[in-house]
């Protein structure tokens, strides 16, 4: 099977490594207990070690911080409580030194309520043109739709209660999220202007490209009519919850928001990307890659298979035919910052739901599994064709704080279902640079959010010189990626009789993935390229110990 290239494999990030940054939780220059620009910058030889093509920066800009950053109330500036404008040029300019790329965030679904437009929008009254810029609608004496907002409650907020003008009685804005991130009405040109500036504005700074947000979303059906999952999303069981169909999902009409964007990004070059956040099925994911569109999508079906063999294949070979269709490479994600840490996840059983987040009652995971299984897929993944991403502090085998303390959370969710949901406070946690510093190097300032004592056997100043660490093994794996240029190769799938093993052939490199909870001895073969855990060779056959990843010869 091919992972189908476009034209070849030269654009940057078709086989690129990139490492996400949650910018309030990665590093902390001025120790106020929240990350910041500089604290990226202090970063980067880490990174550049680590062997990264790019950063992707979750949302840097001014902000209330009513959904972490993903409310954005200035689009052309840096959060003063993460630096300026000039650090982040600074950022920039010392990334591309380093020969990494710099990735942004855009929020194009929704702002934040505290944005200059939308208070000029609820300044004017039914009916302006300032209104136009969002979704109003009158509906009397009840929500226009049925629609439930993502984090909880109903989807629609009134209107007369914020401006206490008569002349909005009975009208309503639309936001998909919270209350605080009313959601952009894209049949305005008006908005299309705005974010064409945008664009611009960051792509003249030099970003490399844009990872846009709810990308499936933008675009709602003609008339809003309402949906099957009503206005209580979590009531209802997982599979409705997070179903992707819908009328204010993937509308036919997004499509053309990113031709017109593509166009603008190449003003400055084939090679400045923009990457896709949609949760769809890999054929209607592919339709958001074509050539004309963007350049990648996440493939979150890798993400969302766990320790399921049948799902992790199906994850492999789906996106590759979808993408193949289109000619673009597909992208291997286990992480990101909505979703509970793979080395969490994978401590579980498969079926286990956690998709409303984890607390201290709850179940808890099997953590030592859970890290032998993340390292065992991280290596099979490093060996995947495609373009691979990394979530801040997987390549430290860090877990899911599932303990955190529920008074501590600050996940829209957690209030917004009356408690009902967790939400995603455990996966963002401060990361643990040094052991024995305060807040584990973070930065001297009480972090955010709480860490958990354990958080010092996972920080990176001892993984640094042990040489059986995770950082090592990912950095050693990364470097064999690279040097092998797997990422350019193709996926052969072998067959080892057992559905539990995956085995693919990669450019002569035989990936090895044991899901079963035994070892495996696999014949034919003479080295151990790379491995998760100590793989036994002899006599022309490798014995892979249960749980573990192995690239062989
Ligand atoms: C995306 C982001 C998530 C955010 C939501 C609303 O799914 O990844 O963190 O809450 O959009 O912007």
New binding site residues.
């Given amino acids: 099977m091919t992972n189908v290239q476009r034209s070849d494999w030269d654009q940057w990030w078709r086989t690129a490594v990139i490492y996400q940054v949650y910018p309030r939780s990665f590093s902390d220059s001025n120790n106020d207990g929240l990350g910041d620009v500089r604290g990226v910058i202090n970063r980067l030889d880490y990174l550049q070690k680590l062997g990264v093509d790019a950063i992707w920066m979750s949302p840097h800009y001014p902000s209330p911080q009513a ?2 950053g ?1 409310d954005v109330a200035d689009y052309f500036d840096v959060n003063p409580e993460y630096g300026t404008l000039e650090e982040f040029d600074e950022l920039i300019a010392q990334a591309h030194e380093r020969d990494i790329k710099i990735i942004i965030d855009i ?1 194009p ?2 702002s934040s309520d505290q944005m200059k437009l939308f208070q000029d929008a609820l300044e004017a009254g039914p009916n302006s043109p300032e209104r136009d810029m969002y979704m109003f609608r009158f509906s009397e004496g009840k929500c226009p739709n049925n629609w439930g907002s993502l984090f909880g409650g109903p989807a629609w907020t009134a209107v007369e209660p914020l401006t206490n003008n008569e002349a909005d009685r009975n009208w309503w804005y639309l936001h998909l ?1 919270a209350p605080e ?1 009313p959601d952009f009405n894209w049949e305005n040109p008006k908005v299309h202007e705005f974010f064409r500036s945008y664009l611009r504005f960051w792509l003249d700074r030099g970003v490399d490209g844009f990872r846009v ?2 990308a499936h979303g933008l675009v709602k059906e003609e008339g809003l009519p309402d949906d099957k999952v009503g206005p209580d999303r979590w009531a209802v069981d997982p599979d409705e919850y997070t179903q992707t169909e819908g009328p204010f999902w993937d509308q036919p009409g997004v499509h053309d928001i990113y031709r017109e964007w593509r166009r603008v990004l190449d003003e400055y070059g084939r090679d400045r990307v923009l990457v896709a ?1 949609a949760w769809l099925t890999p054929e209607r994911e592919a339709l958001y890659v074509r050539e004309d569109e963007m350049s990648q999508q996440f493939n979150f079906n890798y993400l969302e298979a766990n320790w399921n063999a049948e799902r992790v294949r199906a994850a492999i070979n789906d996106p590759i035919k979808a993408n193949g269709v289109v000619g673009a490479p597909v992208t291997w994600v286990m992480s ?3 979703v509970v840490r793979a080395t969490t996840r994978y401590g579980y059983e498969p079926q286990m739901d956690y998709g409303r987040g984890i607390g201290v009652d709850d179940p808890q995971p099997d953590r030592e599994l859970g890290l032998a299984r993340a390292k065992g897929m991280a290596v099979f993944t490093m060996g995947l064709p495609g373009s691979m991403y990394i979530y801040q502090g997987e390549e430290l085998g860090l877990p899911e704080v599932t303990d955190l303390p529920d008074e501590s959370r600050q996940d829209p969710t957690w209030l917004r279902t009356g408690h009902q949901v967790r939400g ?1 406070d455990g996966c963002r946690v401060p990361i643990p640079w040094e052991a024995d510093a305060p807040h584990f190097g973070f930065g001297t300032g009480d972090t955010w959010l709480p860490q958990p004592d354990y958080f010092g056997e996972f920080a990176a100043d001892v993984q640094d010189d042990d040489p059986a660490s995770t950082l090592n093994l990912y950095r050693r794996v990364l470097k064999l990626r690279r040097e092998l240029e797997l990422a350019k190769g193709d996926v052969e799938w072998v067959d080892l009789g057992d559905r539990s093993v995956l085995a693919i052939r990669n450019r002569g490199v035989l990936l090895v993935l044991n899901m079963t909870s035994r070892p495996v001895t696999i014949k034919d073969v003479t080295s151990v390229v790379a491995s998760s855990c100590d793989v036994v060779i002899g006599d022309g056959e490798a014995v892979v110990p249960a749980n573990c990843g192995a690239w062989l010869r």
Avoid: G, L, S
Wanted: without cysteine.
């Fill in positions: 959904d972490a993903y929020v679904n929704h999220f991130q947000d709810v956040e990101n910052h909505d995603r």
